[in-house]
């Protein structure tokens, strides 16, 4: 019998939905998941709406920038990446470190410490280290508004662009795990496509100990993770020596975010 066009209207939306579901549950399944998830776990009110369907303010682009937390679980690499602030004598030990395994880093630079040490960038650069933005006064951006998080984002862009003559490829808020839309859109606004998170923590910044640092990242560490330090802590310094021989035991080699991603 030949559907009516009522019949039709009503069936069409029905299939549709049924495909964007099935899309959906396939992308759960990729190699290199890139959540949509905006939930500001710093935030004890309700979620905000999803990324894909949030208002763009200001300037933004149409399309929200990729939040991701980890690269391809197919090959041996990892990206140890470093939120860039404190002691400029601790970031040199640290650069040493690194030069003896010949492992490359990638600092998400807090604006402000790059204005007040015009020196870093130069020196992160020419060790063959990657630079890129961490927000210009590292606030807990999931409480600020959407102007202020445009403004610490686009304020970084231009202290890189100062200090690294470019802006860096990749964008990482500070204060909050998963970036919320309006953090999103402020990515977006000063021109980053990829906002990159972590999947392992060792919570560095408490000041546990080399040891206790070494043995949490041990312990999450696999193939295309992403791992987050902080360059201002003594600890950190002293657990790298020993994170990056176990790399090594178990056949993981550090790269930057841009190899592990691009």
């Known amino acids: 019998m030949t559907p009516t066009r009522r019949q039709f209207l009503v069936a069409v939306p029905a299939l549709v939905l049924a495909a964007c579901t099935a899309a959906r549950r396939a992308t759960r399944g990729a190699a290199r998941p890139t959540t949509t998830s905006v939930t500001d776990r710093s935030s004890t009110g309700p979620a905000p709406s999803p990324a894909t369907s949030a208002p763009l303010p200001g300037n933004a682009r149409a399309t929200l920038p990729a939040f991701v937390a980890n690269g391809s679980r197919d090959r041996p690499i990892v990206a140890l990446t470093f939120h860039g602030s404190g002691d400029v004598a601790l970031l040199d030990r640290l650069l040493a470190v690194a030069a003896t395994h010949r492992a490359p880093l990638t600092i998400f630079a807090v604006g402000q410490w790059l204005d007040a040490n015009p020196a870093i960038a130069r020196r992160v650069l020419d060790a063959g280290h990657e630079l890129a933005n961490h927000t210009y006064t590292h606030p807990a951006l999931g409480r600020v508004g959407a102007d202020a ?114």
């Open 149 to 262: 998080a445009r403004r610490e984002v686009q304020q970084c862009r231009d202290a890189l662009i100062r200090h690294a003559a470019g802006p860096g490829k990749w964008f990482r808020p500070s204060g909050v795990e998963v970036p919320s839309a309006t953090i999103l859109a402020a990515a977006a606004a000063a021109g980053y496509s990829t906002v990159v998170g972590y999947d392992v923590d060792p919570r560095d910044y408490q000041d546990p100990g080399a040891a206790v640092v070494r043995a949490r990242v041990a312990a999450g560490v696999r193939p295309g993770a992403i791992v987050s330090l902080h360059t201002g802590h003594l600890g950190t310094v002293d657990a790298l020596p020993g994170i990056l021989d176990d790399l090594d035991a178990r056949g993981l080699r550090p790269v930057t975010v841009s190899g592990l991603l691009l």
